[in-house]
């Protein structure tokens, strides 16, 4: 029984040539399992150039007998068809058989083998052979072809691809002619394609040629091109193409006679073709409204002697800011019109370039146009190239020289580390190296500017290059005026960092449109400078400014702190006899008339010593300054703000204050707080934000201690401290030009422990911390930076009895350090625990590993009360020792008011929060403030009594002076039970001494 695929029908009538390459499957093609063993040809991904195929694999102990059949063609008598294929056997050791059949259905009972076409396939070495079996009809009629596959069993897998059948040839028609490869010449600008075609010898069926055939030739790209020429067998034709072009054509030979036409020949035609040379004379004129024409000269030899060159074939490719206006231009000339921008500025370049069939070739580039209207009045570059990878945002900064020595970047994060001077994210660097270059700013109006000035930033470095920096202005008529002297990057005289620049703007930039000019002139050496933050801004006579005010980051109540102002002279004139006010939440806290004479554009710090009232506890502060200058023109910036917490505290405040109006004045009475004899515990919190950046030791007399165990070189942080012995290190925030910036998460510093110096090396690194108590929670944030990775390293705590010797140490956890994320710890210290201590120990993945925000808790001695503080109308009226309860506050001259008094507790730890205030109404108690101290005391049964008391404070107290009463008499008559005993009693300024 025949395998599956006999049932599918052949197709009649197919068309000759016939092509199936399987990409679609079977196509018209059928298969059939001769000898019925389950084994047939299939469809493989592993046909042809790894493309579907067909595939026999054999069987280990079954011949093959398997047959793949064409579609049925109408085949003629005495006509020859030529059925290929590519074939090949995969399998080494291996040969597998391959015949010829042909019949009038595709079945295997109607094929007969076709004498002589048999093929013995090896293997070789698993490639693809191309193969071909010829077959001449003997009559005409519907035939089809079938390849039988009788391998030897065991011959493993067989493959066939790319299975063809031609149209039949008469056998008397002429074989193929042969050709030679194209060659090219160029006679008056017009390309000759030459090539040598052989007329046949022979016919088709092997037969000598006796007459004269028919060469003919075509080509691919004109189907109208058709050249003959009659010629004797084996006669050379020397064709030649005098209309060629230079690209890659196809050019078909064939001979016929009157038995038919042989096989196409083809040859390419695909000349080596030179590049056209330079555009050159590119002239661009403008009418200044954004209408452009352009013209050049034509381009008529090649950049090089190797190739073939046509003149006619070059066109050219205009551009405007690298974008494509036309291509394939003939004309030498073009006109352009470009849209104005609605506001602001665009720089517009144009570009001409030659093309030919080769190639582009070098492009001229037109100088650079301004379009839009100039930036108006005062100007700041920030902003104006934010875009620093691709180029100036806006395309308004332009340079002139060297391309490629002027650019918008970042900074630098290798030494010296630069960073914007103003903090936009972007600043101009001249790269030293690649030659002299000058950068241009927008076109700018400065005619509304009122003594107009150039500042800017130059970044310097004492051991930099030697190229130098120079400013100037390039006028409206193209004259250029440099400033001042050339400024070398190396000065010595100058500290790495920023140093401002300030230039007075000439006045012939003044008149119509001036563009900044930085000249950067190299001397050939590697490094780059920087300049960040250029402006030109009008500048008053005289005009003072308050740019800033320092405070501390928080204040106790009781303490004195520094206000300090920073005063700028923005005017021309040196400023003089002005003075700063200094409020408080409104209130005035100060007045500083001694004040620094300030030289145009100087700056001058002004301070002003305050102590921090105990009603602001618990609150945050405004802090205001204000400069009094009365020559100043421009009063808007003579101010500033900033705001300052005061802390409040847990300290025991006065309670019971009462206060009563009287004949000598207001009399307070309080009770005294209760004060705790037990040690306090209070919590430390350090973020290092009083440590000096990029210490590498504690501040003296702060307690924690830094341990070097390793004793190896530190990689370093922000490139400070690089290759050098150290424990950790105080780093500042920093934004590198790649990868995260570095945050510290409370603040502006922390402290960081870095990967060591020697790749690979390890670090065993430790910093302990003050004395602290056991108990208690302890907690830190840490974090990691590294160039662009996110890894985790561990940082591990520890602690000890007291000991400061690692040794005595003992691990409490190695807790997480990820890079980029602040992450909280925290756990509680073991109550026999008085030190705990960071370390770092092995290798480090990340660069750094940060700590900040750390919180613990220490015991501290009891408190200590040493007094009390009277204040009236919060204005501090009086201190009185610990053991006074009463205060009175004299008055000479009664107003009918009412006064706001509250105390203060003062601890050796600082002074209290307020006790609740009391009110007192001037307006009422004894209207003879004169008058003499009518106060009585009398004691009996018991009782001490005072009459005539009203509104003086009554104090009594045993005879070993304790108090054990007192008040503010409201009233006449004040009576106290005591025991038996000597008591010292006192109403207002009489003091009596009774027995009871």
């Keep these: ?566 005063v700028q002279n923005k005017g021309v004139n040196a400023a003089k006899d002005y003075s700063l006010e200094f409020e408080i939440d409104g209130e005035r806290a100060g007045v500083v008339t001694d004040t620094p004479e300030i030289e145009a554009q100087g700056t001058a710090t002004v301070s002003l010593t305050v102590t921090a009232h105990p009603r602001y506890g618990g609150n945050t502060v405004n802090i205001s300054v204000k400069a009094v200058y009365p020559e100043d023109l421009d009063m808007a910036d003579n101010s500033a703000e900033a705001e300052l917490p005061i802390e409040a505290n847990e300290h025991p405040v006065a309670t019971d204050l009462k206060g009563v109006a009287g004949k000598e004045g207001v009399t307070l009475t309080w009770s005294a707080p209760e004060v705790s004899t037990e040690p306090t515990v209070k919590t430390v919190f350090e973020s290092f934000e009083d440590w000096t950046a990029y210490s590498t030791s504690a501040p003296e007399g702060s307690g924690w201690i830094f341990l070097d165990v390793d004793n190896s070189g530190q990689y370093g942080f922000n490139g400070h401290n690089g290759n050098t012995k150290f424990t950790a290190i105080v780093g500042e925030a920093y934004t590198p030009s790649y990868g995260n910036a570095f945050a510290p998460c409370d603040g502006t510093k922390a402290l960081v422990f870095t990967k060591p110096y020697s790749y690979g090396g390890s670090n065993d690194n430790w910093v302990i911390l003050p004395e602290l108590k056991g108990g208690t929670t302890f907690s830190f944030r840490v974090s990691a930076t590294h160039s662009w990775n996110t890894i985790t390293d561990k940082i591990e705590v520890y602690y000890s009895m007291g000991s400061t010797d690692p040794e005595e140490f003992l691990r409490v956890a190695r807790f997480d350090a990820t890079t980029w994320t602040w992450t909280e710890h925290s756990f509680t210290v073991p109550a026999a625990a008085r030190r705990v201590a960071f370390r770092t120990n092995g290798k480090m993945e990340n660069d750094a590993i940060a700590v900040d925000a750390v919180s613990y808790c220490v015991e501290d001695s009891p408190l200590s009360l040493q007094g009390y503080n009277v204040y009236r109308n919060h204005e501090k009226t009086a201190s009185v020792d610990a053991a006074t309860t009463t205060y009175l506050d004299a008055i000479s001259n009664r107003a009918a008011e009412t006064r706001n008094y509250y105390v203060t507790a003062v601890y050796d730890k600082g002074e209290s929060m307020p006790s609740p205030s009391v009110d007192v109404d001037m307006s009422t108690g004894i209207d003879n403030v004169a008058g003499h101290n009518s106060a009585s005391v009398a004691a009996a049964d018991g009782i001490i009594t005072v009459t005539g008391a009203e509104g003086m404070a009554v104090v009594i107290a045993d005879a070993a002076g304790r108090t054990i009463f007192t008040t503010a008499a409201a009233d006449d008559a004040v009576s106290v039970k005591a025991a038996s005993g000597i008591y010292i009693v006192k109403a207002g300024t009489k003091t009596v001494k009774v027995a009871l």
Excluded at 116 to 133: I, Q, V
Excluded at 252 to 278: D, E, I, K, M, R
Excluded at 299 to 307: K, Y
């Design 1 to 566: 029984m025949l395998g599956m695929y006999a049932a599918i029908p052949a197709v009649h009538g197919a068309e000759l040539p016939y092509a199936n390459d399987f990409s679609s499957g079977w196509g018209e093609m059928t298969v059939a399992d001769g000898n019925d063993d389950g084994t047939k040809f299939i469809l493989t991904y592993s046909g042809y150039n790894y493309t579907q195929g067909v595939a026999y694999t054999a069987p280990s102990d079954i011949a093959a007998d398997e047959w793949l059949f064409t579609p049925i063609f109408n085949l003629e008598a005495g006509l020859t068809y030529e059925i290929t294929f590519k074939a090949k056997s995969n399998s080494p050791n291996t040969t597998n058989e391959l015949v010829l059949a042909t019949g009038p259905e595709a079945s295997v009972s109607a094929m007969e083998a076709v004498a002589g076409a048999t093929l013995s396939l090896a293997y070789n070495w698993g490639s693809w052979s191309s193969h071909t079996f010829t077959y001449t009809a003997t009559s005409s009629g519907e035939a089809c072809f079938a390849f039988h596959l009788v391998s030897p069993a065991g011959q493993g897998s067989f493959y066939m691809d790319n299975i063809e059948v031609s149209a039949g040839v008469n056998g008397m028609s002429p074989t193929e002619v042969s050709v030679s490869a194209a060659t090219h010449t160029v006679v008056n600008d017009n390309l000759h394609v030459a090539i040598d075609v052989t007329a046949p010898t022979s016919t088709f069926s092997g037969n000598t040629l006796s007459d004269n055939v028919t060469l003919t030739a075509t080509r691919s790209d004109n189907a109208d091109f058709i050249s003959t020429f009659e010629a004797a067998p084996g006669q050379i034709w020397k064709f030649v193409d005098t209309e060629g072009v230079a690209d890659n054509i196809t050019y078909t030979f064939t001979a016929s006679n009157t038995a038919g036409t042989s096989a196409p020949v083809s040859v390419v035609s695909n000349p080596s073709v030179a590049l056209p040379a330079a555009v050159s004379g590119l002239e661009v004129t403008t009418d200044g409204n954004g209408s452009f024409t352009l013209t050049w000269q034509p381009v008529t030899t090649p950049a090089t002697s190797t190739g073939i060159f046509l003149p006619s074939e070059v066109n050219y490719t205009v551009s405007c800011n690298n974008s494509v206006l036309e291509r394939g231009l003939t004309e030498i000339s073009y006109e352009y019109s470009y849209p104005m921008p609605e506001e602001g500025q665009e720089a517009v370049v144009f570009t001409v370039v030659a093309n030919n069939s080769r190639g582009a070739g070098e492009k001229a580039t037109s100088e650079t146009f301004m379009c839009g209207s100039p930036y108006k009045g005062e100007f700041a570059e920030s902003g104006l190239y934010a875009n620093y990878r691709a180029s100036f945002d806006k395309k308004t900064w332009t340079v002139e020289g060297t391309a490629s020595a002027w650019a918008a970047s970042t900074g630098s994060s290798y030494s010296p580390v630069v960073t914007p001077q103003d903090g936009d994210g972007a600043l101009i660097s001249y790269a030293a190296r690649s030659g002299d270059a000058l950068l241009l700013s927008p076109v700018l109006d400065l005619s509304g500017l009122q003594n107009p000035m150039l500042k800017f930033y130059l970044f310097h470095y004492p051991t930099g290059t030697a190229s130098t920096i120079q400013a100037g202005f390039r006028s409206a008529d193209g004259t250029d005026i440099m400033l001042g002297e050339p400024i070398v990057y190396n000065d010595n005289s100058k500290t790495e960092g920023w140093h401002e620049y300030l230039v007075a703007v000439p006045a012939e930039a003044c008149s119509g449109t001036t563009r900044i000019i930085f000249a950067g002139v190299s001397n050939g050496s590697y490094g780059s400078m920087f300049i960040d933050n250029i402006s030109i801004k009008s500048y008053l006579a005289d005009n003072l400014a308050v740019t800033g005010i320092s405070v501390p980051k928080s204040v106790a109540i009781g303490e004195s702190f520094d206000i300090t102002a920073t």
